[in-house]
């Protein structure tokens, strides 16, 4: 193996007989997403496979950012998604490799952070706590003294230490501004070092101030080590500058990948000119459209961007006046840098300078396997370089890429090409196995905490949440001490006759749905909460059972709270007999079962309203088949299902149970026999044995533990920011 030096013109060759890809960043190979859309014909409505992405290849630099930009509909963010691994296994087709070493959408999951177009946050949490709270789930069981100089790093590093204890907020609460907030999303998302960051439209809804200030931060975090890819729309001049690797999409395809300093480059290439003071970027895309609107499509630009074929001439009509301009093109680079980017690049040593060109920016090497098989790594300078090798090389990452033919334009940048140099003692260091060479990369554990650990968290933050927003649990705790003081001064000891009777068993079927519609405010409980539990579960952040036992657990002592206040109010003021402890057990079940119930429903059903809607039809079949206006043995045959799954059926039959099972009179019929309780639970066609008191508890309870079980299936399985 020869040895490299630190020329940046030196090419390292490494005889090992095999073909290597070895670079560092990410490197994706022929990426492929295809749908099956309905399209109208002349026959109607036919299903037609349609390409989102279409045999994508390139690379995204480590430390850099690497621009996705294209026009609307170009594939920007389900070319993001598939590099983050977000679409379905088996959809996206093609091969995408991390640090040189081929890698699984699980793993890129892992290794990743992805920020969302929308910020999702507690907003009753403030920035420190946020942050924290991410701490807590992303750097695992180290010292808190250690997570808290992480978080404070952090902090300083996002220019937040002037909102630090500042609420997030939300449009009912005064928070941080949209670009801190937007900062935050980042940080509690990269709070553990990933090495790939993933970020769909930063600037979206922000001022071109705070846009930048989000973009600045960005370049820092790349500028650190990290592999940075976000899609932009029409970005400043400022924020251009910042930008280090461009990849323009159209239609699903590459029509351009690069520094956004070759870009003018690119379109005279073309024969294309820029009026001074354009943008060339967003000239560029111009001609895509105008391409995309002609009989030629896109595909001519993307045959330009993949093998130097120059593009057939539009129309005269297609052209725009601004790209045909006389006015000499801006230049990118001075005469200096143009001249040695046209020079050939030959296998062999030079002793060229190569102060002209940036090196702070970090950018991967490329390899090459000759006709030999014999593996030779290649140094990359600044662009245009690879289309003149003296030895036969082809492109390890594609070759399709560059099988040229004689009407390729000389020098045409290649998706292959590099626009920056790097310093070789920046390799990470490979090691040798017999003839291959073993990229040792570390994977940590799937979670970064234990079980319990990760339950604990999401308690105290649920604690926190709930001490913020009282509300949610004040107003039906309100509710049911109204609701309960109202009760006793209607049914204030009921009389012993039948009225009587009528009024007790009014009573407990009232309590009964006064408890199930007080869970109905906890639709919006999950539903809110859903995009947050996607963002942070999408990178293992926790386990989604963690997220249902803990939000389980939370809600116990205060439902407690409310069934005991309730109890309290009524027993006394109506005389109720039967065991004050198991008339508390049902009300408390009762609120249990009814409140996993809704968690459910607002888990499968996509807003507000259907929640609600759901949650209301579901009330009344309970109330309905639950033994109040039929006696069980008195419904119809084909509908005594529904009386054994409606979570009212077993409350009230308990209470019942509880209230008269007993031989004490409850008055006198009308032909003067007493009426015991005995007599009015047979009437009922309700058991009259003891253990059956305790049933209906067991029953409520195993309803309670299958609703949570859907909820965890649903939240598992079906909750999950990924395209089919």
């Known amino acids: 193996m020869k040895h490299a030096t ?8 490494i005889e ?3 073909q290597v890809n070895f670079t560092e960043g990410l490197e994706f190979t022929s990426l492929t997403y295809t749908v099956v859309a309905k399209k109208r014909d002349k026959e109607g409505w036919v299903k037609k496979d349609v390409n989102l992405l279409n045999e994508i290849t390139g690379y995204a630099p480590k430390g850099c ?12 963010s389900t070319f993001l998604d598939g590099l983050a691994g977000r679409i379905a296994s088996g959809s996206l087709q093609g091969r995408v490799s991390l640090d040189g070493k081929d890698i699984s959408a699980s793993l890129i999951k892992r290794t990743s952070a992805y920020i969302m177009q929308d910020d999702r946050l ?3 949490l403030t920035v420190y706590e946020s942050l924290m709270f991410a701490a807590d789930f992303r750097l695992g069981p180290i010292a808190w003294v250690d997570k808290k100089q992480r978080v404070e790093r952090m902090i300083e590093q996002l220019g937040l230490s002037s909102s630090r204890n500042t609420y997030i907020g939300d449009e009912g609460t005064r928070g941080v501004s949209g670009g801190e907030r937007r900062r935050v999303s980042i940080g509690v998302d990269i709070i553990h070092g990933p090495s790939l960051l993933f970020l769909d439209e930063p600037t979206s809804g922000l001022d071109s101030t705070s846009a930048y200030s989000v973009i600045e931060k960005v370049h820092d975090i790349a500028r650190s080590g990290s592999t940075v890819i976000l ?4 970005p400043s001049y400022r924020i251009q500058m910042l930008l280090d690797h461009l990849i323009i999409l159209a239609r699903g395809q590459l029509m351009y990948q690069g520094s956004p300093k070759d870009v003018t480059y690119h379109i005279e290439r073309m024969g294309r000119k820029i009026p001074k003071g354009e943008n060339s970027i967003e000239c560029l895309i111009d001609v895509i459209q105008q391409y995309d609107q002609s009989e030629h499509g896109v595909r001519a630009m993307a045959e330009f961007a993949l093998t130097g074929m120059k593009p057939p001439p539009l129309a005269a009509g297609n052209i725009s006046t601004s790209l045909i301009s006389p006015t000499p093109p801006q230049q990118p680079h001075n005469r200096r840098d143009r001249q040695s980017s046209r020079k050939r690049l030959h296998l062999q040593s030079s002793d060229h300078n190569d102060n002209e060109f940036d090196h702070s920016v970090r950018t991967p090497s490329r390899s090459f396997t000759s006709q030999s098989g014999v593996v030779q790594k290649l140094k990359l300078t600044p662009s245009r370089q690879l289309n003149n090798l003296k030895a036969p090389l082809s492109m390890s990452l594609s070759p399709a890429y560059y099988a040229y033919s004689s009407n390729i ?15 070789e003692d920046e390799y990470r260091t490979p090691g040798d196995v017999g003839n291959t060479m073993v990229y040792y990369k570390h994977i940590g554990p799937k979670y970064a905490n234990s079980f319990f650990s990760e339950i604990w968290i999401l308690m105290r933050r649920n604690f926190i949440n709930i001490r913020r927003t009282p509300e949610l649990f004040l107003s039906r705790l309100v509710v049911l001490t109204v609701m309960g003081f109202m009760m006793a001064t209607m049914f204030t000891h009921p009389k012993k006759n039948p009225q009587g009777i009528t009024n007790l068993l009014s009573f407990f079927i009232f309590t009964v749905c006064l408890f199930f519609f007080s869970s109905n405010d906890a639709v919006p409980a999950f539903i809110q909460e859903r995009f947050i539990f996607v963002r942070e579960t999408s990178h293992n952040a926790y386990r989604a059972s963690s997220y249902t036992i803990s939000g389980l657990i939370t809600y116990l002592p205060f439902l407690a709270l409310q069934a005991v206040v309730y109890a309290l109010i009524v027993w006394f003021a109506l005389s109720l007999q039967g065991s004050f402890l198991y008339f508390f057990i049902i009300l408390f079940m009762s609120l249990m079962s009814t409140n996993s119930f809704v968690v459910f429903i607002s888990s499968v059903v996509p807003n507000y309203i259907l929640g609600y809607a759901s949650v209301i039809a579901f009330t009344a079949l309970f109330f309905l088949f639950c033994g109040y206006f039929l006696s069980s043995h008195e419904i119809p045959p084909y509908w005594k299902w529904m009386n054994k799954i409606s979570t009212m059926t077993y409350p009230y039959e308990g209470l019942l149970m509880n209230e008269f099972h007993t031989n004490n009179s409850f008055g006198t019929s009308t032909n003067g026999h007493n009426i015991s309780g005995f007599n009015i639970l047979q009437s009922l066609n309700i058991a009259l044995e003891e253990s059956k008191k305790w049933q209906k508890v067991y029953i409520m309870l195993g309803w309670s533990v299958l609703y949570r079980i859907f909820f965890y299936i649903v939240l598992r399985f079906f909750s999950k920011n990924q395209r089919s």
Do not use: C, E, R
């Open 65 to 76: 950012i690497t621009a996705v930009m294209g026009p609307s509909g170009a594939g920007k």
């Open 6 to 13: 630190k020329d940046p013109y030196t090419v390292t060759v």
């Open 409 to 423: 334009l000389h020098d045409t940048p290649t998706p292959g090409s590099s626009d920056y140099t790097l310093n």
């Open 122 to 124: 507690f907003p009753m």
């Open 16 to 18: 090992i007989g095999k």
């Open 231 to 234: 899609t932009i729309h029409q």
